[in-house]
């Protein structure tokens, strides 16, 4: 059996047995038994059976925010990111309330980095800022939908993702380029915010 076909197999068997348990409760000894494999040659591919979650998660995310990382489609992206995670759902749950829960958020915030960098180096064009403040941006707004996702999640996606998107996508309208522009003028002349007073920022230096 080839790797790729190796790995493959023991993600689909993985997706069966998290039908019937939790992550927690499944074996290796399972895993290889369904794919007619010995235990040496899972630890060939993986180090344990979380390493093997991590890798099927982002085998169905793959492709999902492909086209559309502009500041125009990022919502389709992120549509799509939210819809390949509904499509997975007991392996994204089983894995998020495991005992190594980082592993998925991880593997998620990875994803949601790759979707706002291109939309951020888009909306920066024109405006004097870093590569290290643009990587800033990316890496607040990714926070900040990673809460989102978060949320989603820990509320065992109720929500549609088109709900998720639809308020998403209305609160950062136009938000993107106005935090580069903060940015940017912060990189260059420590400006505050606008409409931030000088006396604001001391009143808050001296409370603090």
Not at 50 to 68: P, V
Not at 130 to 154: C, I, N, R
Request: glycine residues 6%; aromatic residues 8%; charged residues 20%.
């Amino acid at each position: 059996m080839k790797r790729d076909d190796t790995r493959q197999a023991l993600a689909d068997a993985l997706m069966q047995l998290l039908q019937k348990k939790r992550i927690t409760r499944i074996t290796i000894a399972e895993l290889t038994e369904m794919c007619g494999i010995s235990r040496m040659t899972f630890y060939y591919h993986f180090r344990d059976i979380y390493d093997l979650a991590e890798w099927a998660l982002q085998e169905s995310l793959r492709g999902a925010i492909r086209g559309n990382c502009t500041y125009d489609t990022w919502h389709k992206g992120f549509l799509s990111f939210l819809e390949a995670l509904q499509a997975q759902k007991s392996l994204v749950l089983n894995t998020y309330f495991s005992v190594d829960q980082l592993l998925a958020r991880q593997s998620m915030h990875r994803d949601v980095m790759a979707l706002l960098l291109p939309v951020i180096e888009e909306q920066a064009e024109g405006i004097p800022i870093s590569p290290e403040g643009k990587e800033q941006v990316a890496g607040f707004y990714a926070h900040a939908l990673m809460g989102v996702v978060t949320d989603w999640v820990q509320g065992h996606m109720v929500s549609s993702p088109q709900e998720v998107v639809q308020t998403t996508s209305t609160i950062l309208r136009g938000d993107f380029r106005n935090s580069l522009e903060n940015m940017s003028r912060l990189e260059h002349h420590g400006a505050s915010a606008p409409g931030e007073s000088d006396e604001s920022l001391s009143v808050f230096q001296a409370q603090t």
